[in-house]
């Protein structure tokens, strides 16, 4: 267990829908990045925050938003979905915002669009 | 921009036998290099790290030297067990802080 929480650990939703992915970082990490993981695409890191504020950006869709809360738990909000957003998305949390700190992984919300 | 290229899988080998999983890195400045293990229906886990040129990550038996000369860092085991069955990913951290990964290679291990 890695201290990280994601909630929902299943999401299903239609074409169109908006949803909300939830993540709790480890107690003590300022810094959270989420992540998705595709058949097609691999593993993509998709943006990241630390104590509040967005550090830094990935592939991350228009479509796609987050933040990060004064408790430090971040969203991740997804719109208009399309089939091609059926994927597994996960939230790494670290200490840091730099790279000499350690991510430690969720066990991730596995998203079906139909 | 920086990239992570992984031997195809799935690589499937008898308990006992003897793990190479290759990764190649391409990057700019000094990056950090990493091997992350996803067992099934769970979240990544880091397994080892290296952070600098000729360092070696180990943990559970298996180990990675980071080789600045040909950039890799390719994943070895002495003796494979069932229970290492998974997907590995090799990643790359670079000065962003993003974390950049291969494609993955799913490992077997048959009894």
């Known amino acids: 267990d890695s201290g990280v929480t994601q909630t929902p650990k299943h999401l299903i939703t239609a074409t169109g829908q908006r949803v909300t992915l939830r993540c709790s970082p480890r107690s003590g990490d300022l810094s959270v990045y989420w992540y998705q993981q595709s058949l097609d695409q691999g593993l993509q890191f998709l943006i990241q925050?630390?104590?509040?504020?967005?550090?830094a950006k990935g592939n991350i869709l228009e479509r796609f938003s987050a933040q990060q809360f004064p408790d430090l738990h971040s969203e991740l909000n997804l719109s208009s979905l399309e089939l091609g957003d059926s994927a597994l998305y996960f939230c790494?949390?670290?200490?840091?915002?730099?790279?000499?700190?350690?991510?430690?992984f969720g066990p991730g919300t596995r998203l079906t669009v139909t | 921009g920086d990239s992570v290229t992984q031997m195809e899988g799935p690589v499937t080998l008898s308990e006992e036998a003897f793990l190479t999983i290759n990764c190649t890195y391409t990057?700019?400045?000094?990056?950090?290099l990493f091997w992350y293990v996803q067992y099934p229906g769970e979240g990544l886990q880091l397994l080892l790290k290296?952070?600098?040129?000729?360092d070696k990550g180990s943990n559970k038996g298996f180990e990675a030297t980071y080789r600045k000369e040909t950039t890799s860092f390719h994943l070895e085991k002495g003796s494979v067990q069932v229970s290492d069955s998974a997907v590995y990913f090799c990643?790359?951290?670079?000065?962003?802080?993003?974390?950049?990964f291969g494609q993955g290679t799913t490992l077997q291990v048959k009894p």
């Open positions: 990057a700019t400045g000094y990056p950090s």
């Open positions: 790494a949390s670290s200490v840091g915002g730099d790279t000499s700190y350690e991510q430690y």
């Open positions: 290296a952070t600098k040129a000729d």
């Open positions: 925050y630390y104590n509040g504020e967005e550090r």
């Open positions: 990643a790359l951290k670079g000065n962003t802080g993003k974390l950049i």
